[in-house]
């Protein structure tokens, strides 16, 4: 079987507040929306933004638990292009969990939380090259 991930759905609760997060924090432009559901084309994948009531029945599951630990990541192409995503994410309301510094690894990052509480590193790592297409390659 192929290794791949083709859409990952955060549970949200307000769609808009989510939607100006990614869209404001981000800068990444939907590529569908509905009164339910907003979807992201991502370099390979889809990120969906789902209501969580819309997104339980759609599991035909109650009661979806809050975030735990798992946390996304973006890779960023610099160590300076790390604060400056973490701020503009903050000021489309995410909040700061942990600001940037050197992980034990190496690198360069911090953590910012979305409106719903998913936790995203923005990160910088120099053995982790990121191609034209925004890929990371995983090469250390």
Do not use: C
Not at 102 to 112: A, D, L, M, Q
């Amino acid at each position: 079987m192929q290794q791949q991930i083709s859409v990952i759905t955060l549970g949200v609760s307000d769609l808009e507040r989510s939607r100006r997060f990614y869209v404001e924090g981000f800068g990444w432009k939907p590529v569908f929306e509905s009164p339910q559901i907003i979807f992201y084309q991502m370099n390979g994948f889809v990120l969906g933004a789902f209501l969580k009531d819309a997104l339980e029945t759609d599991m035909n599951r109650s009661a979806l638990r809050t975030p735990g630990a798992f946390s996304l990541a973006h890779n960023v192409p610099s160590k300076e292009d790390v604060e400056p995503v973490m701020k503009r994410l903050i000021e489309a309301g995410g909040a700061l969990l942990r600001p940037a510094d050197t992980p034990p690894h190496g690198g360069f990052r911090g953590y910012v939380a979305d409106p719903d509480d998913h936790a995203w590193e923005i990160a910088w790592n120099p053995l982790w090259p990121i191609d034209e297409h925004g890929h990371v390659t995983f090469a250390m």
